[in-house]
């Protein structure tokens, strides 16, 4: 994998943020390069959802420094993180199911023409973007409740992808879906690389993780836990990293056996 540039598109400097008394995230470091996929794994609680919500403008940090491009950026807000490129897809997806897969993916950005809603450009647009990530559906005029699982999350992916985003995050993309439906939102994860983004992956399954992501980085009780590279890292290293097993279980009972051993 090449780098487009040495310097990454996005990058968290020593991210805090707090809720109250609880410390969500703290000192947290990231940063994601044009044409990479970073893998974003952790326990339940570790502070993936904070983290990524940090990103997209939901929850503004408390300390530290957001780059975007070499230069320190605010997002307090949602729009703050769209204005500059990044795209987020949560689990939840928010698609509106009566509607067809062309008024979802321009809802709220409509294309218009002379004041009025220009559908014609509308559905070759979505037809062009869909045919470009190689997306398969049946047709874009298809309610989006007649589609698969695997199928609406694609569609979901391709609506973030209508602003042309430079980053985009993804929540758990394949959590609820079947072998070939995982597949195919895999296939398109690794188009947007090819596409030269830098696209975020939040995932439970090691196994989607391993097929497309070039880094994985560890959060650990709202702390960074280490950042792996896919290819030359085992299973188990990211496992004792994730369960923190890195620092105690494992190595007392490394140092355990070996005094045994003497």
Same mark, same amino acid.
């Given at each position: 994998?090449?780098?487009? @540039?040495? %310097?990454?598109?996005?990058?968290?400097?020593?991210? @805090?943020?707090?809720?109250?008394?609880?410390?969500?995230?703290?000192?947290?470091?990231?940063?994601?390069?044009?044409?990479?996929?970073? =893998? #974003?794994?952790?326990?339940?609680?570790?502070?993936?959802? %904070?983290?990524?919500?940090?990103?997209?403008?939901?929850?503004?940090?408390?300390?530290?420094?957001?780059?975007?491009?070499?230069?320190?950026?605010?997002?307090?807000?949602?729009?703050? !993180?769209?204005?500059?490129?990044? =795209?987020? /897809?949560?689990?939840? #997806?928010?698609?509106?199911?009566?509607?067809?897969?062309?008024?979802?993916?321009?809802?709220?950005?409509?294309?218009?023409?002379?004041?009025?809603?220009?559908?014609?450009?509308?559905?070759?647009?979505?037809?062009?973007?869909?045919?470009?990530?190689?997306?398969?559906?049946? @047709?874009?005029?298809?309610? /989006?409740? !007649?589609?698969? *699982?695997?199928?609406?999350?694609?569609?979901?992916?391709?609506?973030?992808? /209508?602003?042309?985003?430079?980053?985009?995050? #993804?929540?758990?993309?394949?959590?609820?879906?079947?072998?070939?439906?995982?597949?195919?939102?895999?296939?398109?994860?690794?188009?947007?690389?090819?596409?030269?983004?830098?696209?975020?992956?939040?995932?439970?399954?090691?196994?989607?993780?391993?097929?497309?992501?070039?880094?994985?980085?560890?959060?650990?009780? *709202?702390?960074?836990?280490?950042?792996?590279?896919?290819?030359?890292? @085992?299973?188990?290293?990211?496992?004792?990293?994730?369960?923190?097993?890195?620092?105690?279980?494992?190595?007392?009972?490394?140092?355990?056996?070996?005094?045994?051993?003497?």
């Amino acid at each position: 994998m090449i780098h487009v @540039s040495a %310097t990454p598109v996005l990058a968290l400097r020593g991210v @805090s943020k707090r809720f109250g008394a609880v410390q969500a995230l703290t000192d947290v470091e990231l940063e994601i390069h044009p044409g990479e996929v970073v =893998a #974003l794994v952790g326990d339940n609680g570790a502070g993936k959802s %904070t983290l990524v919500k940090t990103i997209a403008g939901v929850h503004p940090i408390d300390e530290g420094v957001i780059e975007w491009k070499g230069r320190k950026v605010r997002i307090d807000k949602p729009h703050d !993180s769209q204005d500059l490129g990044i =795209a987020t /897809v949560y689990q939840d #997806l928010a698609l509106c199911d009566n509607l067809d897969v062309v008024a979802n993916l321009f809802l709220g950005s409509e294309l218009r023409r002379a004041g009025v809603i220009n559908e014609v450009a509308m559905e070759k647009r979505a037809q062009q973007l869909l045919d470009t990530l190689s997306i398969r559906i049946p @047709s874009v005029r298809i309610p /989006v409740a !007649s589609l698969s *699982g695997g199928q609406r999350q694609v569609v979901a992916i391709a609506r973030a992808l /209508v602003g042309d985003p430079e980053v985009v995050i #993804l929540d758990e993309p394949t959590a609820a879906l079947g072998v070939e439906q995982t597949a195919q939102v895999l296939d398109l994860v690794e188009r947007l690389r090819e596409r030269g983004l830098g696209v975020i992956l939040i995932s439970h399954n090691m196994a989607d993780v391993k097929a497309v992501a070039d880094q994985v980085a560890v959060l650990r009780l *709202g702390r960074n836990n280490g950042v792996f590279p896919v290819r030359t890292t @085992s299973h188990e290293q990211i496992i004792a990293a994730i369960t923190g097993a890195t620092d105690n279980a494992v190595t007392r009972r490394q140092a355990r056996t070996t005094e045994a051993g003497r």
